[in-house]
């Protein structure tokens, strides 16, 4: 692979770009192709880009529209224990009585068509989401009373309820210009493909189903930081095509799966290229504790079983074998995600994890002891006498978590489990969360920039088996309290006090079975740009996807290479 | 030219079924339009934004024989809905786009292999027994047994990902805007070769096959020892008394096996990246769009039968006896 060859190809490549050079020098001036800084990035897999900038089509807008055209008020920094990083707006205020919250707007910000930004846009951007159901893309229907605007600087926010944790619900809010939007017959199907926005990357210059160009905001309020003149993001179907592309050495910022990535991507160009890839969020085993099985429905219940199940997962070969180690072990009880390690409780911690190894001596020895007998065929049943037998969905297709799976069954079964692998489609995956039609899932949360809302989300009955993360369906009143406590209060300190109750309290009662923390996607060359966040700097989560507000910051440090 | 109405009664109850079958097909599969946009969401698909996308396209639960009824009268105005998965564009923008380069990748390939088969096929069949004979028809026989998968995969690896002699994916230069230039043909030439090669293999056998058979039958014919008779040169009896005749079987023989083609162009096209219909049915089908599905299965199912009767008419214009028949 390493050896570059004159080719058919390259002759192609150079005849073709000395006409698209000149090409384009006739059409915007000359010299002005040489000077541009261009990155190319890769963020979504698509078989043909379509023109939609249109924020609030989740499924359907192009994945650089956030940040990079509509910027976020404030980006919450997991990496940085969820310190606000103040853009649009410099800071917010809760009111005494917590039920409304006044964000103070950064003066002076011009949209990109130069009108001036103000605290009317953001009024019209959650008004126009309360009053259309398809554009609330924050949950704004249930947080949010009224909105109103005192001065051009200042947004006043009523709240439906207390709710110390309402800004980050706000975080993947896009303020949209009024003066646009207004004329807007439908706010929902509207492809926006000139965008106006606030952003580093407003301009789109060059579309096509093949690739597009997205260029510096010349209005943008935050220029002295930015030093990369266009996004170029090529139209690539999935990651066996950006595998076959890697040799050519043409991305800059890649968010993909590349299986043996130091072979496969690193050998090409080890000079520049690199890839972090921390552990994000944590991957469980979540037994459904409103299971219609009545033999699995007492097992799943019991303490003991639940820790016999824990001592049968061999984590590090999950890792190793399923996740060509990507993937890093987790061995809390509580679940924390590395990324959190500024939250860990100690007491939270040492005898609570001697659950967490893999050893199926002390889970054979666990269950006997508990009373759960093996019958003749080798399996257990329940103190009771039912049948204990369970099948572990996990979507088709996701092979690395199917093989995963597999090795969790087998310990399984060599603790006398009777445990099997289903692969329903992921569609057909997600009902069963949701409608609780399975006994075994394996799950994982998503984070925002501070550990609560993973916790709260999946283990509070007020979301048990509402959303896929919360589908043990777990229902526990003294949790239930720390989760009110917890948004009731709005001091950092109380926050991490309350914090530390939820891991020692999840510690002890052990709901779900953490395995491992599955990985960032981030590759970067170095070749053409400089500035790339890597693991000896881990200020931030490195990624380019759509769901990592902090990509923004990652590209106002990048400068071109001299 | 004229059609028999027995065979046009044929293209219609084929056409009617194909039409039934395509509306049932995708609601027999798992999964909706609206669990798959939730699904492309991945990590964004917080309880806000499902309800968000739920509000959108609202329920799709009308009772079968409504929807059916809709599909038809959308079929009848050339509407065949909104794609889900590029919302809001229609399906026949998507479809459209797509089209031109299957048809250009399967057309090349066509004509290509069809060059290349039938003068293999012939030289084999005029020289049967011989040295060309022995080792080109064998080696015909299993170039089309081997699956297009396996060349596509093979192609890519071997010429443009270890010797990078062409290009990976695309159907042109991304740099590049389409134009009527010789750099943007260059390019659409270059980025179509694999490509093309991939499917030629295949072709190129099963023409070759037909050819020599249907050759061999021809070559024993009166009119043909006439010609030599005549003294006319090998060359002018191979192509101009044999070979013409012996084409009518292969022609047959391409209307039958242009779903196959229309089969290897999809792998074809996933592999390298070729924005045709093939890669568009494989993630319309991943993301459940079902309009999109639709309207491409209804096409596939036009093309080929549409073939067939483009075969049945060059076959009236080529061979005489139905020339003679059809006054």
Request: with cysteine; proline share 6%.
């Amino acid at each position: 692979m390493g050896m570059r060859k004159r080719s058919l190809r390259n002759l192609f490549q150079r005849t073709s770009l000395a006409a698209a050079v000149l090409g384009a020098s006739l059409a915007f001036g000359a010299g002005m192709a040489s000077a541009e800084s261009v990155l190319t990035m890769h963020i979504e897999e698509q078989t043909s880009w379509v023109s939609n900038f249109n924020p609030f089509d989740l499924a359907g807008r192009r994945q650089s529209t956030m940040d990079f055209i509509y910027e976020p008020l404030v980006i919450f920094n997991a990496n940085d224990g969820g310190k606000p990083v103040w853009r649009l707006a410099t800071s917010y205020k809760f009111s005494d009585d917590l039920m409304s919250i006044t964000y103070e707007l950064r003066p002076g910000v011009k949209w990109s068509d130069g009108q001036p930004l103000t605290s009317a846009d953001v009024k019209y951007t959650i008004d126009l989401m309360l009053k259309n159901p398809a554009v609330d893309t924050v949950g704004a229907g249930q947080t949010v009373a009224s909105v109103e605007a005192p001065s051009p600087t200042e947004v006043t926010i009523k709240l439906k309820a207390v709710n110390s944790e309402f800004p980050e619900s706000l975080a993947d809010l896009a303020v949209v210009p009024e003066h646009i939007w207004k004329d807007v017959a439908d706010p929902v199907a509207f492809k926006n493909e000139k965008p106006v926005g606030s952003g580093p990357m407003t301009e789109v210059r060059r579309f096509t189903p093949q690739v597009y160009e997205q260029c510096r905001n010349p209005n943008y309020w935050d220029a002295a930081s930015l030093h990369v003149d266009c996004l170029r993001l090529p139209q690539i179907s999935g990651n066996d095509q950006m595998l076959a592309l890697l040799p050519e050495g043409t991305v800059d910022w890649i968010g993909s799966f590349l299986p043996q990535i130091d072979k496969t991507f690193v050998a090409l160009d080890p000079q520049h290229n690199g890839y972090w890839q921390p552990p994000a969020e944590t991957v469980a085993f979540e037994m459904n504790f409103k299971s219609s099985n009545i033999g699995n429905f007492e097992a799943f219940k019991d303490l003991n079983f639940r820790h016999a199940f824990s001592l049968a997962m061999d984590r590090k070969s999950m890792v190793d074998i399923a996740g060509f180690g990507y993937p890093v072990v987790n061995l809390h009880a509580s679940g924390l995600p590395p990324r959190f390690d500024s939250w860990r409780n100690k007491a939270a911690e040492g005898d609570k994890d001697a659950f967490m190894g893999f050893d199926t001596d002390k889970a054979n020895k666990i269950l006997d002891d508990a009373g759960y007998k093996k019958g003749a065929d080798g399996f257990r049943t329940t103190p009771s006498g039912k049948p204990i037998t369970f099948a572990v969905i996990v979507p088709n297709g996701w092979t690395d978590w199917i093989d995963a799976v597999q090795i969790a069954v087998e310990g399984l079964r060599a603790a006398g489990i009777n445990a099997s692998v289903a692969t329903p489609e992921y569609e057909q995956w997600r009902k069963q969360l949701l409608d609780g039609s399975f006994d075994v899932v394996m799950n994982s949360r998503a984070d925002s920039a501070t550990p609560f809302q993973g916790y709260y989300q999946s283990l509070s009955t007020a979301y048990a088996g509402k959303l896929t993360v919360a589908a043990p369906r777990y229902s526990n009143p003294k949790l239930d309290a720390l989760f009110d406590q917890y948004l009731k209060s709005s001091s950092d300190d109380d926050h991490k006090k309350i914090f530390n109750d939820i891991q020692v309290l999840i510690a002890d009662d052990f709901p779900v079975v953490p395995v491992f923390n599955g990985p960032t996607w981030y590759q970067y060359s170095s070749k053409r740009f400089t500035g790339w966040v890597t693991d000896k700097d881990p200020v931030m989560n490195p990624e380019n996807h759509d769901n990592n507000r902090m990509r923004l910051m990652h590209l106002l440090r990048l400068k071109p290479v001299q | 030219m004229r059609v028999s109405s027995r065979r046009l009664g044929v293209y219609a109850v084929a056409l009617a079924f194909a039409i039934v079958v395509n509306f049932i097909l995708p609601r027999l599969m798992p999964g909706s339009p609206v669990d798959a946009m939730v699904a492309q969401l991945g990590p964004r698909a917080t309880p806000a934004a499902v309800e968000a996308i739920k509000a959108r396209f609202g329920e799709i639960d009308q009772p079968i024989m409504m929807q059916f009824l809709d599909y038809l009268k959308g079929l009848a105005t050339f509407d065949l809905g909104v794609s889900v998965k590029y919302y809001p564009q229609t399906v026949v923008q998507v479809l459209s786009r797509a089209t031109l380069w299957t048809i250009f990748l399967v057309v090349t390939a066509i004509i290509f292999s069809l060059c290349v088969g039938v003068v293999l096929g012939a030289i084999a069949a005029w020289r049967r027994g011989g040295r060309f004979d022995t080792i080109v028809s064998p080696f015909a026989v299993i170039l089309f047994s081997i699956p297009p998968v396996i060349v596509a995969l093979t192609t890519l690896f071997v010429f443009a990902v270890s010797l990078r002699w062409f290009p990976v994916g695309y159907a042109y230069d991304p740099n590049l805007d389409p134009g009527f230039n010789f750099t943007f043909f260059g390019s659409v030439f270059v980025h179509a070769i694999l490509p093309v090669l991939t499917l030629s293999p295949f072709l190129v056998g099963e023409f070759q096959t037909t050819m020599r058979s249907s050759m061999i039958v021809v070559l024993g014919e009166d009119y043909v020892t006439m010609g030599r008779a005549k003294g006319l040169s090998n060359l002018a009896v191979m192509f101009g008394y044999g070979a013409r005749n012996a084409l009518l079987p292969v022609l047959t023989n391409l209307a039958l096996i242009l779903g196959a083609v229309f089969g290897g162009s999809i792998v074809t096209e996933i592999v390298f990246n070729y924005p045709g219909l093939g890669l568009t049915l494989f993630t319309a089908s991943v993301a459940r769009d079902y309009p999109v599905i639709q309207g491409q299965l209804l096409l596939m199912t036009l093309a080929t039968l549409g073939a067939n009767f483009l075969v049945d008419i060059i076959y009236g214009l080529v061979d005489p006896r139905l020339r003679e028949a059809g006054r």
